[in-house]
């Protein structure tokens, strides 16, 4: 059991709370982004008082063909955090204990919450693209993961092209060092290696394949997407170009991703809201998308 310090609002929660994902629960209390401190069933791991992250991926079955072949983000018969069981939106939240990862000591609660799933996800994407150091990335949408993503292709010596419709967001990708950016009509000026999505639209990701080297890779950031419009074979996709999907997360990538955004001083810029104006702070998650203001915790 958790006492809730912090929860992040996720694009995900508005997919929940709006219908673009089947309803799961009758009643549900959303919120996958938790930071809390251990009151009860505590393990030798979690003693009393432990400060923990929670994420997403709130338990597998550690059985199936996908587990037992080190995938466990595919598991046949996974837990989601305020999905399929209730999540942080509350004053408690009860959490499996193997799915929750100690915060560096550094880090405040409020600047942890965001990157428990923006963040671990926007690091997966980058490791399902396969980037490697030095290559030609591009970020096709610029909320809240791709901001957390690009320190870390800056530390790995990556050129950042940022594709975006919205002003601010651009500004915001120029003020963090992208190489380039453009809106969401132009093309990046050279050949990219790989590219991440972050828009739930299928567009975007044709616009991503348009960009692509021969053999380049494009991740979907996204868990629902609208729909893909028909594009030309012989023309973005012929050339071993590759079109991979992100699905979920693995415990090793949190833990990894939360060593690295301790190392790299990552603090997202964020927007708090109370407990009771969590309707609020869903809409202002549909706002974000549109303006980029700040990620959003309650």
Known sequence: MLRVIACGVCRTDLHIAEGDLLAILPRLIPGHQIVGEVTEGATAERPVGMRVGVSWMGGVDGDCWFCRHGMENLCDTPIFTGYTVNGGYAEFA?????????????????????????????????????????ERVGLFG?????????????????????????ESHRKAAAALGATWVG???????????????????????????????KGGVVAINAIHLDQMPAFDYDKLLWGERQI???????????????????????????????????????????????????????
């Open 142 to 166: 610029f909320g809240s993961s791709a901001s957390l993503a690009i320190a870390i292709l800056q530390s790995w010596k990556c050129e950042v092209y940022v594709v975006t419709r919205g």
């Open 94 to 134: 009860l959490v499996r204990a193997d799915f929750t990862y100690p915060l560096p000591a550094g880090l405040d609660d409020v600047h942890a919450a965001p990157l428990l799933c923006a963040g671990i996800i926007g690091f997966r994407s980058l490791r399902v693209a396969g980037i490697e150091h030095g």
């Open 183 to 213: 809106n969401e009509d132009d093309k990046p000026p050279v050949e990219l290696d790989r590219a991440v999505t972050f828009a739930p639209s299928g567009k975007v990701v044709v616009s991503a394949l348009a960009s692509l080297r």
């Open 244 to 298: 991979r999907s992100v699905a979920n997360m693995t415990r090793d990538d949190a833990r990894e991703f939360l060593k690295i955004a301790a190392e790299l001083k990552i603090r997202p810029r964020v927007k708090s809201f109370a407990l009771a104006d969590a309707d609020k702070a869903l809409l202002a998650v549909k706002q974000e998308s549109q303006d980029g203001s700040a990620v959003i915790v309650i």
